[in-house]
């Protein structure tokens, strides 16, 4: 779905002859192709967070969990995937504020789903038994499926040999990356990138908005560049229940 907002990027990536500055009209006529896609990437990606929102309501009211005080572990993560699903019906809920961009609903996604990890973790806790660990999300796209852990290897001295990694392996392992985005890497390709808008005042230079991978978006400018939509920060609840995610997303 995403792989066709790159178009853009190649296309802006024209040497543009500085004798020959683009006409209003081209300016405009390139604004609108870049808002254009921008809209109908926002308007699907709304529909997938409705979907996942919903989908994680219907498992808290089939779920629901009525614990004891001592249950301290199960009691923690329960409140947490309460949370985390209010986080994510918080955001689907501005989803249609023209301030909402693509990464915002992404979160939404985000917290639905780690809502729910969660609330099967507490139901494990519950019941006595231990949880393995939470899934960790692709960074380049936190909407993929969960990234390839690549296990370091192991102590003595086979772990003295250092493995060789080629540039494309070592690019491969600087992220937590899933396995089509690791495919994508390893061939040369680019991967499935979440895009984000970045608004006229963050792009010093260029003649409106542009699309750019959501990590490159300045931390000033969006809550979740660095947090791969909220996925590496367990705060993030706390932070949309709070309003805070929105106090510098206003372009």
Known sequence: MFRRWWFLKVAGSVPVDPAAPPTRREARARQALVLGEWEALREHLRGVAAERVTAAGAVFRAAE???????????????????????????????????TDLPDLAAAVVMAEQAVERLAAAHLLHAGKRPG?????????????????VLAPGRGRKARQRRHLTPREAAAERHPTCRSCRTAILAGQTPDV???????????????????PYFAVPRQWSPWSTTACGAYDQGTPALVLSGEHRRNAKR
Request: aromatic content about 8%.
């Open 65 to 99: 969990l009525h614990l004891q005080s001592e249950e301290s572990a199960a009691r923690v993560a329960y409140q947490w995937a309460l949370e985390a699903y209010e986080a994510a019906g918080r955001l689907l809920d501005h989803a249609g504020d023209e301030d």
């Open 133 to 149: 660990p939470l899934q960790v999300r692709c960074y380049w796209n936190p909407l993929h499926g969960p990234a390839d852990i």
């Open 194 to 212: 979440l895009p984000a808008l970045l608004p006229a005042k963050a792009a010093p230079g260029r003649k409106g908005p542009v699309l750019v």
